[in-house]
């Protein structure tokens, strides 16, 4: 299926093709807060429909996965980094998709904050 997101403003847009059906939420410092339910897709699933310098940036800790937001309405759209065995992967905020329904989804709980 395809799904279009976007953050708040629709500076930073998305879209995803993908069967969406579990998605995770992990309790790292980072997200936690963020509050993201995260949609794991290969990177080349997801296309990015506007500009790439029409989003900002943030790495932490490892640095190895960059964390790509709106920086007018601050949303988190999604996450770029790699699987255990060296893919290139998207991690898409479900909550910046349209038309989900985001209590049919299987919630798999990721204790990152342990990590």
């Known amino acids: 299926m395809n799904y279009q997101g976007s953050c708040h403003?629709?500076?930073?847009?998305?879209?995803?093709?993908?069967?969406?059906?579990?998605?995770?939420?992990?309790?790292c410092s980072m997200c936690q807060r963020k509050g993201a339910l995260h949609w794991f897709v290969p990177r080349s699933a997801l296309t990015l429909k506007t500009p790439e310098d029409a989003m900002s940036t943030y790495t932490f800790n490892k640095h190895v996965i960059k964390h790509h937001?709106?920086?007018?309405?601050?949303?988190?759209?999604?996450?770029?980094g790699t699987d255990p065995k060296g893919n290139a992967m998207a991690a898409v905020n479900a909550r910046?998709?349209?038309?989900?329904?985001?209590?049919?989804?299987?919630?798999?709980?990721?204790?990152?904050r342990s990590k």
């Open 69 to 80: 937001f709106c920086p007018a309405c601050g949303i988190h759209v999604y996450g770029e």
């Open 96 to 112: 910046a998709l349209e038309n989900v329904d985001l209590e049919a989804l299987q919630v798999q709980k990721y204790d990152g």
């Open 9 to 27: 403003c629709g500076r930073v847009a998305i879209e995803v093709e993908g069967d969406l059906q579990q998605v995770m939420s992990c309790n």
